[in-house]
């Protein structure tokens, strides 16, 4: 029943931003750690930044100093804007959170993840 929607992804030139949306649905009682992972074909998926509940990030470091991760706790949403856009950056990119469910039998942790949405970074 829970569900991680994200959007944003498109075509854009090198150089260019481009900012990610993700946004959590259903029988949510609390968001814990928040990221995002890129995958293009051929590649293992690669963890590309992630937020703590706290607002603590970490980045890979092929993107840092261009990419920004942030959270909405009200609106249970995560962003990435991404700033200095390569070609490379050129992937996949899904959203993932670590969630409190409401259950019958009471509360339970589970990693979720979202469907992907398409990023293309052209020359």
């Known amino acids: 029943q829970v569900q991680l929607v994200e959007s944003g992804g498109k075509l854009v030139q090198a150089g260019g931003s481009l900012t990610l949306s993700c946004a959590a649905s259903?029988?949510?009682?609390?968001?814990?750690?928040m990221a995002w992972y890129r995958q293009a074909p051929g590649n293992e998926r690669e963890l590309v930044a992630h937020?703590?509940?706290?607002?603590?990030?970490n980045y890979a470091d092929s993107v840092k100093g261009r990419f920004t991760i942030s959270r909405d706790n009200a609106k249970k949403a995560v962003y990435l804007q991404m700033n200095s856009l390569k070609p490379e950056d050129t992937a996949v990119y899904y959203c993932?959170?670590?969630?409190?469910?409401?259950?019958?039998?009471?509360?339970?942790?589970?990693?979720?993840w979202g469907q992907g949405t398409q990023v293309t970074v052209s020359s």
């Open positions: 993932n959170a670590e969630i409190l469910v409401q259950r019958p039998a009471g509360l339970g942790q589970f990693s979720y």
């Open positions: 259903g029988s949510i009682f609390n968001i814990n750690g």
């Open positions: 937020i703590t509940s706290g607002g603590s990030t």
